[in-house]
């Protein structure tokens, strides 16, 4: 009788798979940008708008979990493991929403675009991440931190903050501080004028949000070389973006920061460092539907900052291949090896999202450069 559903079970997870298989589905060693992701159980993947944290030969996948009928949070941020970056073990629900309805992250806020990094000084793992609390659409536009003694967590939950209030950025001059205040009020503007654009270049909503801290939505980590940490997002209403700088534990901002592209409208950064030279991928303004990457670049983290036209190549590359970057990963053990990670939403059945993960190249100038592949693996690099 055992051995009787023994096969009966090997018969269901092989007609299972074959499903999936027909649908287009990532097989071992391979990635297959735009498909199914099945994780150790067979479920795809969960964990969209991520990021990967590699500690001690693992690399460690966190990013939002994605019900059916809603983009909200109702479980929270999902963390995999794998050692070879094709095949993820589910590992836990690394942050979990809160039943309390005083938390800030109570089931039905909006948790987006998580990051972890590993603060070697105290021994934490440290998570930031977009929170829109509940109820409010996206108005709070804040960053929380949530931090754990050991990668999968469970995180602590920490508390949720409108970064550097009170502190103006340091790539603007004595000058350009003191003519804020010949700017009007925000609504004195029509919206997508000229005269509105380079209101909006010279400070409208960072002077607007001064005293209370700068919007914070889209976002991404980074660490540089030196063991500093540098907060990324998209502040006055997505208009420009932010670089700040972390404490030496990561739980807080020093009150450091730059504006980049200030009224260029972007979201959804992901930086990278190669060479000694910044790189930032990011995308426009279109809510889930895909728009044309940005690519930016800099020799030092705070800038300045320059910015070129997408790094997609080729067949759709105006619509970023259907996704919306999120992440860039630099791979172990190879040399000059970087995937650039992507979300293909679904905002009609969230739960469904897909990831593009592909292979970077670069040109002779040294620029990234990204082709669309049906498959490939990471002998790619070799
Ligand atoms: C685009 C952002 O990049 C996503 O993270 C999410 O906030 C959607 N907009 C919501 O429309």
Redo the contacts with the bound molecule.
């Keep these: 009788m055992k051995r009787k559903l023994k096969h009966v079970a090997a018969l269901v997870a092989i007609l299972a798979l074959s499903g999936a298989f027909s649908e287009g589905c990532t097989s071992p060693g391979t990635f297959t940008p735009g498909a199914l992701w099945p994780d150790d159980r067979g479920e795809h993947i969960n964990a969209h708008?991520g990021g990967i944290l590699r500690h001690e030969g693992v690399y460690y996948w966190f990013g939002e979990n994605k019900c059916d009928t809603t983009?909200n949070a109702q479980v929270g941020v999902m963390c995999y493991s794998s050692r070879n970056l094709t095949d993820w073990k589910y590992e836990s629900v690394a942050l979990a929403v809160s039943e309390d309805p005083s938390s800030e992250i109570v089931r039905g806020c909006i948790i987006?675009?998580p990051k972890v990094i590993y603060n070697a000084r105290t021994g934490k793992f440290v998570m930031w991440f977009?929170l829109e609390l509940k109820g409010q659409g996206?108005q709070a536009a804040r960053a929380a931190v949530a931090v754990s003694d050991t990668p999968a967590g469970p995180y602590e939950y920490l508390y949720s903050v409108r970064p550097n209030k009170g502190f103006y950025p340091e790539n603007m001059s004595p000058e350009e501080i003191a003519a804020l205040a010949t700017l009007k009020a925000p609504e004195a503007y029509k919206s997508w004028s000229e005269e509105w654009r380079d209101a909006v270049r010279r400070g409208l909503f960072m002077k607007r949000d001064f005293d209370g801290g700068q919007m914070s939505?889209?976002m991404t980590l980074f660490v540089d070389d030196d063991g500093k940490a540098y907060h990324v997002f998209a502040s006055e209403g997505n208009l420009t973006l932010d670089i700040a700088e972390l404490s030496d534990d990561y739980l807080s901002h020093t009150g450091r920061y730059v504006r980049v592209d200030p009224a260029g409208h972007n979201?959804?950064p992901a930086l990278f460092k190669r060479n000694g030279k910044y790189w930032m991928i990011t995308?426009g303004?279109t809510?889930?539907a895909p728009n044309r990457a940005r690519l930016l670049s800099a020799d030092h983290i705070f800038g300045p900052w320059t910015r070129h036209d997408t790094p997609m190549v080729g067949p759709d590359s105006d619509i970023t291949f259907g996704g919306?970057s999120t992440y860039v990963l630099k791979v172990d053990g190879k040399e000059d090896a970087y995937i650039f990670m992507a979300d293909r939403w679904r905002p009609e059945l969230p739960s469904d999202g897909r990831y593009i993960w592909l292979p970077i190249d670069f040109n002779e100038q040294g620029f990234p450069v990204i082709t669309w592949r049906d498959s490939w693996s990471l002998s790619y690099f070799d």
Aim: proline share 0%; with cysteine.
């Design positions: 708008g983009s987006e675009r977009h996206y939505r889209d979201e959804a995308s303004c809510g889930w919306q």
